[in-house]
């Protein structure tokens, strides 16, 4: 289930009475994105009766720092990919797709970009950056790994591969290892 908790007055309420998703992602202050099933859905956290279907058989990765894009995996296991759509209110506009394979993990830059984690439609496993919607992504390691983030000023990207944390200054395009595997 899933359940908001106000800390101020230390209530909860019942938002869906049924198994939500893998994840869970803020659109904006009052619109959540998660999929219930295998449906994509768009839930209005002030009003719980308002669960909106957005998309057939795809999971939320990461929205965009304005909530206008949101970038889903489909769960097509002949066919996945990753798609990018406009969200306009509690529907999807024009969408597009980013990367031919199978992605589990992805995270967003304050300025917008992409990066997310899995495996090409080949199988090669890696972690790529889409930081334009001209370009296709950028394969900045030949690891999937196990959490993604940037920093602040979306720079670098920090990712952890088997147990050890890594740095990727996107500038100067190299990695730096910096923990141990624990």
Known sequence: DLVAIDPGDRGT?????????????????GRALTNVGSTLVLIDVADKSRVYGVRDN???????????????A????????VCVFQLSGHRPRR??????????????STQGYVAFSGSDRSGRAGTWVLRSRSRPPLRVSGHRASDIAWSQDGSSLLYVVDGTLY?????????LRLGRRV
């Open 13 to 29: 309420r019942l938002i869906v009475d049924h198994s939500a998703g893998l994840s869970l992602h803020w659109v904006d202050s």
């Open 95 to 108: 969408y597009r797709t980013v990367f031919d394979g199978l992605v589990r993990r992805a995270a967003t």
């Open 58 to 72: 795809a999971i939320p990765l990461a929205v965009s720092p304005d909530g206008r894009e949101v970038l889903c």
């Open 74 to 81: 489909t769960l097509d296991i002949v066919d996945p990919r």
């Open 167 to 175: 740095a990727r200054d996107l500038k100067a395009g190299r990695t």
